[in-house]
T-cell receptor, first 117, second 115 residues
């Protein structure tokens, strides 16, 4: 079974440029997460989707970040315009969850390492 | 907000036991987790424990939870060089508005296994 796929793996851009990351979750997983991981830190949740619905985007800086999960499968995360402080690894994860149930394993992709110059 | 703290670094000799510690602040945590991250890879769930348990064992891994002190530990028996990685502690709490578990990760402990 294929794991969570992310592309690109690496991206170098100049500040003020736009950038987009793509994630393909594990087939059948209804829940998709985007995390930001700064160097030497743990992942921080940016947005959580249940199917097409963003159920938690409280940590997403909405002035420059946007995300979508059309058809409840693949997702894209966009930054426009990028700033120097956005340099980090952007992780996507997916799981099969039921509301009010116990948590299920989040499967992580390898991440996209973004460098903003 | 919720905080999950870990020491930054641990070095052990191959064959010894490793103990990675974690403290958290959220008294409403329902599950506690340990994840492993190898270089250039995403996180991999190793094990998790329900907050009303105090111990869970899974092969070489033993998780101990002291809920009173909000302290979680991961013991790796017979540590191997392949165990070298960053280990993240995490906790989750139930979001009543949505019925899902919101996970907060610690800062990670880098485990170095010396041959």
């Amino acid at each position: 079974e294929a794991g969570v796929v992310q592309s690109p793996r690496y991206k170098i851009i100049e500040k003020k440029q736009p950038v987009a990351f793509w994630c393909n979750p594990i087939s059948g997983h209804n829940t998709l997460y985007w995390y930001l991981q700064n160097l030497g830190q743990g992942p921080e949740l940016l947005i959580r989707y249940e199917n097409e619905e963003a159920v938690d985007d409280s940590q997403l800086p909405k002035d420059r970040f946007s995300a979508e999960r059309l058809k409840g499968v693949d997702s894209t995360l966009k930054i426009q315009p990028a700033e120097l402080g956005d340099s980090a690894v952007y992780l996507c994860a997916s799981s099969l969850e039921q509301r009010w149930g116990p948590p299920h394993t989040q499967y992580f992709g390898p991440g996209t390492r973004l460098t903003v110059l | 907000g919720e905080d999950v703290e870990q020491s930054l670094f641990l070095s052990v000799r191959e064959g010894d036991s490793s103990v990675i510690n974690c403290t958290y602040t959220d008294s409403s945590s329902t599950y506690l987790y340990w994840y492993k991250q190898e270089p250039g890879a995403g996180l991999q769930l190793l094990t998790y424990i329900f907050s009303n348990m105090d111990m869970k064992q899974d092969q070489r891994l033993t998780v101990l939870l002291n809920k009173k002190d909000k302290h979680l530990s991961l013991r790796i028996a017979d540590t191997q060089t392949g165990d070298s990685a960053i280990y993240f502690c995490a906790e989750s709490r139930l979001m009543n508005s949505g019925g899902y578990q919101k996970v907060t990760f610690g800062t990670g402990t880098k485990l170095q296994v010396i041959p």
